[in-house]
């Protein structure tokens, strides 16, 4: 007889390889969460620097946001996305008081991979077209389609698909430039317009970029570059799609990162800081005569859950909260501090830190690896991450990395204190010296 006391297991989603085979014990099942902490089922307590995967932006464990998915809960808990409703139309009016002037048209979904896939199809549906270039290395989604933007290799079940072209992004020129962060970015709009002519330009729809480009470690899009994408795209009618799933709802220290690099998109798509994690949410916001054009032609597009009504109350409430509490006001006063004790540690430790970046409260420290000396072989950057990483988790602060592994990436909740940043930098000083 099989015991009844065999622990079920599921598959962990962002981990691959010997991650996945984890079984679940008291010491890694997550039971709480409370402002950036989480509690583990042994009664451990760690402090989450990375946001859950950059979501929590106003704090675990919030009363006011239960309440507010317990009120919708009870006055409307589901109608059909073909409806209109109350929540999904008082959500649409709060967005129109945070979003950029010109974008004035959401339509709502799951998460950030299926809006990815709206902006993109809705481009398609007006341009005729159907080339999307995407920057490489990025991240934009998690679907068999959606891989195909994200500058990656494929999952080797995947499904090549020939109309997403990839160009070299800053990241992945900056060693070439020298280190020289805008040269990098000068390069990757050259890189960017030959790709497009080698291809033909007016046969593209859309160019989909991050504000602020997580996987290749919190690289901003320098100002020249935002204006050179938007440039290229008026040039040859293409959409640009501004994807602030991860920089959107105050990351940056700007309501939208676009705000921050001097972006000028034709549509946002939004999901994750959206409803600080509290329920699920993604929407993608078109710019005004796009959206009137798809209300004429008409657009179909959408799924069963999209723009659900508990989804829209979490958001709501987490704009209110953004907005009484400052939390973005907030998310760029401590994203400063973090960023000055970086800087300081790069300043203190120059063989094993080779920058520092970002904006707001997505940041990277990117480190160098070790040179090779008679007596040590050479280390490279992402063990020393894996080190820093260890070090930082034996003393309770749960940090990841760059898509590479070469850096760490920080990207707290907004309520995020002093004291608990001056802790990082003592954990970080003495990781740093001992690798």
């Known amino acids: 007889m099989r015991s009844s006391s065999r622990r079920p297991f599921y598959l962990n989603l962002w981990y691959t390889g010997e991650a996945a085979a984890r079984r679940a014990t008291a010491a890694n099942t997550v039971v709480g ?27 675990a464990g919030r009363v006011d946001v239960a309440r507010a998915l317990a009120d919708q809960a009870r006055r409307l808990s589901w109608v059909s996305p073909s409806s209109f409703a109350e929540v999904r139309l008082e959500l649409t009016r709060d967005l129109l008081s945070v979003l950029p002037r010109r974008l004035t048209t959401p339509q709502f979904g799951v998460g950030g991979s299926d809006a990815i896939e709206n902006a993109m199809r809705a481009a398609r549906r007006v341009t005729g077209r159907t080339r999307v270039l995407t920057f490489s290395p990025c991240y934009h989604g998690d679907t068999i389609t959606i891989e195909n933007l994200c500058g990656l ?20 020129l900056w060693e070439a430039a020298g280190r020289d962060w805008a040269r990098a970015n000068d390069l990757a709009l050259e890189r960017a317009e030959r ?19 997580w996987m290749s470690g919190a690289v901003p899009l320098s100002p020249a570059l935002s204006r050179g994408l938007r440039a290229l795209c008026d040039r040859h009618g293409i959409k640009l799609i501004a994807d602030e799933v991860v920089t959107g709802f105050g990351r940056t220290g700007r309501w939208f990162g676009s705000q921050t690099v001097g972006l000028v998109p034709d549509a946002i798509v939004c999901a994750k800081g959206m409803t600080g994690g509290y329920a699920p949410l993604g929407a993608v916001v078109f710019e005004r005569s796009w959206g009137e054009w798809l209300r004429r032609k008409g657009f179909n597009h959408g799924l069963t859950f999209g723009g659900h009504p508990l989804g829209c109350a979490a958001a709501r409430a987490t704009i209110r909260i953004l907005k ?25 430790h120059p063989d094993r830190v080779a920058d520092v970046r970002g904006s707001g409260l997505l940041l990277a420290l990117q480190i160098e690896p070790g040179r090779a000396r008679r007596s040590r072989p050479h280390v490279t950057a992402a063990e020393r991450v894996t080190a820093l990483s260890a070090a930082a988790r034996q003393a309770g602060l749960l940090l990841t990395t760059t898509g590479d592994g070469s850096g760490l990436l920080f990207a707290p909740a907004f309520i995020v204190t002093p004291r608990q940043i001056d802790r990082l930098f003592g954990v970080l000083d003495r990781g740093l010296a001992a690798i």
């Open 33 to 59: 969460s409370h402002g950036m902490s989480l509690t583990f089922g042994n009664g451990a307590t760690v402090e989450d620097w990375f946001g859950q995967y950059f979501v929590n932006n106003i704090g």
């Open 153 to 172: 290799p494929l999952t080797p079940y995947g499904d090549r698909r020939p109309w997403a072209v990839k160009t070299s992004s800053p990241y992945e």
């Open 195 to 213: 790709t497009m002519a080698r291809h033909g330009a007016k046969t593209f729809a859309a160019v989909v970029v991050e504000p602020v480009m």
């Open 324 to 348: 009484a509490e400052r939390l973005v006001e907030r998310a760029a006063a401590m994203g400063r501090r973090l960023r000055d004790g970086l800087e300081a540690l790069r300043a203190a």
